[in-house]
């Protein structure tokens, strides 16, 4: 009995060791487990970090890329102008022109950018001659451009093209050239003379920016057949009065519409519009200067 029950407690000791072996191999198991969850589970965490820095590189890069987009420029003050036509009120083209307050309107593809008119008086006095005068408006509008740069800059440039040109005309004697304040940001006047077969003809060109627009406004006249010729001083202040009043006309149609627009419109290039002759007699010789017949 003993010995039986002794081979008892043997195999009972040896079953139980051989749980106790499956038991520490299992717990030998869970912390591998367990590592390699936790080494998985790190590694995921560093990939999805490094996707999460990739991620925020790239949208940061995307930030900064759209943040140095094109620069722009500031929006040109006036975007229409008057009808070159209309500037004048009749009063004053009546002392300017005063056979012929109509005015023919010159060609233009583009009315809001440019335009022009010109009017042609002759006041016949028979055999004691002939009083001329032929009076040419011409306004240009610039817009804003991110290429060539603020309406302004290129105003400004092109006024004073207008300028040179007025003091450069071919056959000019006498030339001068007198600021004007008081007529837009900036203005000049440029009078001369220039004789011609049908007589000696006084000559004003007014040129004046305001803001984004040039007027430029030229006014010649003389006494044909024998008349006498017209004092410079005269003219020349009737031209400067003129202009002065074409201005205001630029600011009054912008009054409801200035200062929108976009700064980095793109416009055509400005140009001047060709002037026609106003007359078949003594215009054709009466167009005094390169610069009368360039600007429109």
Same mark, same amino acid.
Not at 41 to 50: A, F
Not at 70 to 92: E, G, I, M, N, R
Not at 125 to 144: A, E, H, P, T
């Given at each position: 009995?003993?010995?039986?029950?002794?081979?008892?407690?043997?195999?009972?000791?040896?079953?139980?060791?051989?749980?106790?072996?499956?038991?520490?191999?299992?717990?030998?198991?869970?912390?591998?487990?367990?590592?390699?969850?936790?080494?998985?589970?790190?590694?995921?965490?560093?990939?999805?970090?490094?996707?999460?820095?990739?991620?925020?590189?790239?949208?940061?890069?995307?930030?900064?890329?759209?943040?140095?987009?094109?620069?722009?420029?500031?929006?040109?003050?006036?975007?229409?102008?008057?009808?070159?036509?209309?500037?004048?009120?009749?009063?004053?083209?009546?002392?300017?022109?005063?056979?012929?307050?109509?005015?023919?309107?010159?060609?233009?593809?583009?009315?809001?950018?440019?335009?022009?008119?010109?009017?042609?008086?002759?006041?016949?006095?028979?055999?004691?001659?002939?009083?001329?005068?032929?009076?040419?408006?011409?306004?240009?509008?610039?817009?804003?451009?991110?290429?060539?740069?603020?309406?302004?800059?290129?105003?400004?440039?092109?006024?004073?093209?207008?300028?040179?040109?007025?003091?450069?005309?071919?056959?000019?004697?006498?030339?001068?050239?007198?600021?004007?304040?008081?007529?837009?940001?900036?203005?000049?006047?440029?009078?001369?003379?220039?004789?011609?077969?049908?007589?000696?003809?006084?000559?004003?060109?007014?040129?004046?920016?305001?803001?984004?627009?040039?007027?430029?406004?030229?006014?010649?006249?003389?006494?044909?057949?024998?008349?006498?010729?017209?004092?410079?001083?005269?003219?020349?202040?009737?031209?400067?009065?003129?202009?002065?009043?074409?201005?205001?006309?630029?600011?009054?149609?912008?009054?409801?519409?200035?200062?929108?627009?976009?700064?980095?419109?793109? %416009? &055509? =290039?400005? /140009?001047? #519009?060709? *002037? !026609? $002759?106003?007359? +078949? %007699? &003594? =215009?054709? /010789?009466? #167009?005094? *200067? !390169? $610069?009368?017949? +360039?600007?429109?």
């Amino acid at each position: 009995m003993q010995r039986a029950a002794q081979q008892d407690d043997r195999a009972q000791r040896q079953m139980r060791g051989k749980r106790l072996s499956r038991v520490l191999l299992c717990a030998a198991a869970v912390p591998a487990v367990l590592i390699t969850a936790a080494c998985s589970s790190g590694s995921g965490d560093s990939k999805g970090k490094g996707t999460d820095s990739s991620a925020q590189q790239s949208a940061g890069g995307g930030t900064q890329s759209s943040a140095s987009a094109s620069p722009t420029v500031q929006a040109a003050a006036y975007q229409k102008l008057p009808d070159a036509c209309a500037v004048l009120s009749k009063k004053t083209l009546t002392g300017l022109v005063p056979k012929d307050t109509s005015g023919r309107k010159g060609g233009s593809d583009d009315p809001s950018s440019r335009g022009s008119c010109s009017w042609s008086s002759l006041d016949n006095n028979g055999v004691k001659g002939s009083q001329f005068r032929w009076l040419n408006v011409s306004l240009i509008r610039f817009d804003s451009d991110a290429t060539r740069g603020a309406g302004e800059t290129q105003a400004h440039t092109y006024f004073a093209q207008q300028v040179k040109d007025a003091e450069s005309v071919p056959g000019a004697k006498n030339t001068k050239e007198v600021p004007l304040s008081g007529t837009g940001a900036e203005a000049t006047a440029v009078r001369y003379d220039l004789k011609k077969k049908e007589g000696l003809f006084k000559q004003q060109t007014v040129v004046a920016r305001v803001e984004n627009v040039v007027v430029t406004l030229d006014y010649n006249g003389a006494g044909l057949a024998g008349e006498q010729t017209p004092d410079a001083d005269d003219l020349t202040k009737a031209a400067e009065n003129a202009i002065k009043e074409a201005v205001g006309a630029v600011r009054s149609a912008n009054d409801s519409s200035s200062s929108t627009g976009s700064g980095a419109k793109t %416009s &055509a =290039s400005p /140009s001047q #519009s060709a *002037s !026609k $002759s106003p007359s +078949k %007699s &003594a =215009s054709s /010789s009466a #167009s005094p *200067s !390169k $610069s009368a017949t +360039k600007k429109n």
